[in-house]
């Protein structure tokens, strides 16, 4: 089953610019083809298609299912990059293989990572999105300041994942409720400052430990990913 | 804190070869440095270096931890690597970091993989356990063919995760005892074929479901890491 992004409207759809290109060059697919389309935004459907020109490849749809496979709860993971980026490519595509609506990246005071290739991220997120079979693409923005960041951020259950024993944290596990919104921040490689820590703690942030571990960046990120969606 | 791997005998230790001449050599480090050591298999040691020769060096240990943090549970995965071994490197990397016992490769029917640089998995395991400050490093086997693989390990859990919804499979959410040992089978990327399929069923395998995600075969292999590290 070959999945491909598009715009869909109604019982037809039409395959981004560059999707179209890679279906009609590369995989040099052929009118009346059966294939899958999906809008990033829940929809999965099934087309055939019925027009190709160089830059659009257009399908009428046969089957349409909306929020595909959606899960009950919702995960925005704020994370400063780690300075190798494909730790931080892996993480991607895992996170998007098991379930992630949003992704921020933090520059925090400890980060050494001061630019993302967002374009290069955007691109692992859609493979990703295509190879596991999903309808939702998850959304990614450009490394904002910590501060900045905290500020703009209201939602019920905030967390912070630190190693900073001086400050009161709990078990991510004891204070998890199913089929909620989370939003966790995951820090630098070595970690967030406490400046940092005060500051969230102040806009209601509360603190979390992720394991007695001592996890790297983007495996801390993946515990929280991979737990939400085994509790969830 | 520096960790290192070295052999323990009551109160004084010696690294080995490897990781004195990284001690010497690479880090400088001198007579009387203090420094973390594991035996790999629960020790984790505090001492005080005594000795240094070009091939050796011996600590006065000053804090013994046995069992240092132990998990209530073990598991022993057996997987089918990916062609590609980068992804097979984070999985190992991965399960290291968060907790596993033991890793099996296995040679499937539609593995495309036919061979394994174990020496340079082994450095993997034992970076991962360097880094994250373990005390257990992980055991490793070589490539053993699925049949014979089935009949040779006995356990009450034994799992084999698999898609073929022709078989009964059940969630592994559900059938989880907690504090238990595991043993779970993940497939390479065309899946496990019905003969295995049924071979493993007929000793004493359960099949299990690791979500409904399609999932590529390391992110199948540590959703279950993750998850019953995330459960136990």
């Given at each position: ?103 921020t990246f933090l520059q925090s ?16 997120l859609q493979s990703a999105v ?89 495996t801390a990120a993946l515990n ?9």
């Amino acid at each position: 089953m070959k999945l491909f992004f598009g715009n869909i409207h109604g019982n037809s759809a039409e395959l981004t610019e560059e999707e179209s290109k890679h279906f009609s060059k590369v995989l040099r697919g052929k009118m009346g083809d059966e294939i899958h389309v999906t809008d990033g935004n829940g929809i999965l459907a099934k087309g055939i298609v019925d027009q190709i020109n160089s830059k659009s490849v257009a399908l009428e749809l046969i089957e349409i299912q909306k929020n595909f496979e959606q899960r009950p709860y919702k995960l925005h993971v704020a994370i400063a990059p780690t300075k190798n980026m494909d730790r931080m490519e892996f993480f991607l595509e895992k996170a998007t293989e098991i379930g992630i609506d949003e992704i921020t990246f933090l520059q925090s005071f400890h980060s050494e990572r001061k630019n993302i290739n967002l374009n290069r991220c955007e691109k692992i997120l859609q493979s990703a999105v295509k190879q596991s079979l999903k309808a939702y693409l998850p959304k990614m923005n450009d490394l904002v300041k910590f501060p900045e960041f905290i500020k703009m951020n209201p939602t019920k259950n905030q967390f912070i994942a630190h190693c900073d024993a001086n400050f009161d944290r709990k078990d991510i596990k004891e204070i998890l409720q199913p089929q909620s919104d989370y939003l966790i921040l995951i820090g630098p490689e070595g970690d967030f400052s406490k400046d940092e820590i005060e500051l969230a703690y102040q806009n209601n942030f509360t603190g979390i430990s992720l394991g007695n571990q001592r996890l790297r960046t983007e495996t801390a990120a993946l515990n929280a990913v991979f737990g939400l969606n085994w509790v969830n």
